[in-house]
């Protein structure tokens, strides 16, 4: 069964910065898109960045310049790297993998359980 483990949220002041890293584990064979959502109150979750098995990078307009994904395929973890926070950054952020598992031998879509990035002085 597939698990992501999350880590690196937090509180920040305005201006600061976050790491976030998301490891997925449990019978993964294969890797596709990996990336992070962010979930406002109030609002549907909205893509932030997403990152390809071969590295190409896809972000947000509101992220851009501020915001870095990465990714180690070897570990299948997906890390997102957050600089001049802004309040408006301020959501749950989602980790998400395609992934093909041994249980599932399909590519099909998974998602974390989330973890709380609040900017705020």
């Known amino acids: 069964q597939v698990q992501f483990e999350e880590s690196g949220g937090g509180l920040v002041q305005p201006g600061g910065s976050l790491r976030l890293s998301c490891a997925a584990t449990?019978?993964?064979?294969?890797?596709?898109?990996m990336g992070w959502y962010q979930q406002r109150p109030g609002n549907q979750r909205e893509l932030v960045a997403t990152?390809?098995?071969?590295?190409?990078?896809n972000y947000a307009d509101s992220v851009k310049g501020r915001f870095t994904i990465s990714r180690d395929n070897n570990k299948k973890t997906v890390y997102l790297e957050m600089n001049s926070l802004e309040p408006e950054d301020t959501a749950i952020y989602y980790c998400?993998?395609?992934?093909?598992?041994?249980?599932?031998?399909?590519?099909?879509?998974?998602w974390g359980q989330g973890t709380q990035v609040t900017v705020s002085s």
């Open positions: 990152i390809g098995s071969g590295g190409d990078t």
């Open positions: 998400y993998a395609r992934l093909i598992t041994w249980a599932q031998p399909t590519i099909s879509d998974y």
């Open positions: 449990g019978g993964i064979l294969s890797a596709g898109t």
